[in-house]
Nanobody
Framework: QVQLVESGGGLVQPGGSLRLSCAASGMDFSINTMSWFRQAPGKERELVAEITSSYDTNYADSVKGRFTISRDNAKNTVYLQMNSLKPDDTAVYYC???????????WGQGTQVTVSS
């Protein structure tokens, strides 16, 4: 019944911007930590950004200063604003929810981001 649906991916040129959205349902969204992960072909899935229920944030070093994670609890949605995109940002981006006890983790099915000229 829990569902996470990502959207907003696509093809952009280096230096461009995209905003990803993840709409959640079937959970108490406001109390959960929400995260964005990404996985490129042949590479391990890595944490990109995370935002807690108290709006604390955490970013991978590779995206600091370029990406911003935010959440809108009224819309049950978490966002990832991506600026100054690089070819190395090309990956499938996944949304993840994590409840306060860390007993329940859910993943979206991902959205493709391709950065190429």
């Amino acid at each position: 019944q829990v569902q996470l649906v990502e959207s907003g991916g696509g093809l952009v040129q280096p230096g461009g911007s995209l905003r990803l959205s993840c709409a959640a349902s079937g959970m108490d969204f406001s109390i959960n930590t929400m995260s964005w992960f990404r996985q490129a072909p042949g590479k391990e899935r890595e944490l990109v950004a995370e935002i807690t229920s108290s709006y604390d944030t955490n970013y991978a070093d590779s995206v600091k200063g370029r990406f911003t994670i935010s959440r809108d609890n009224a819309k049950n949605t978490v966002y990832l604003q991506m600026n100054s995109l690089k070819p190395d940002d090309t990956a499938v981006y996944y949304c993840r929810s994590w409840n306060p006890s860390r007993l329940y983790v859910h993943w979206g099915q991902g959205t493709q981001v391709t950065v190429s000229s």
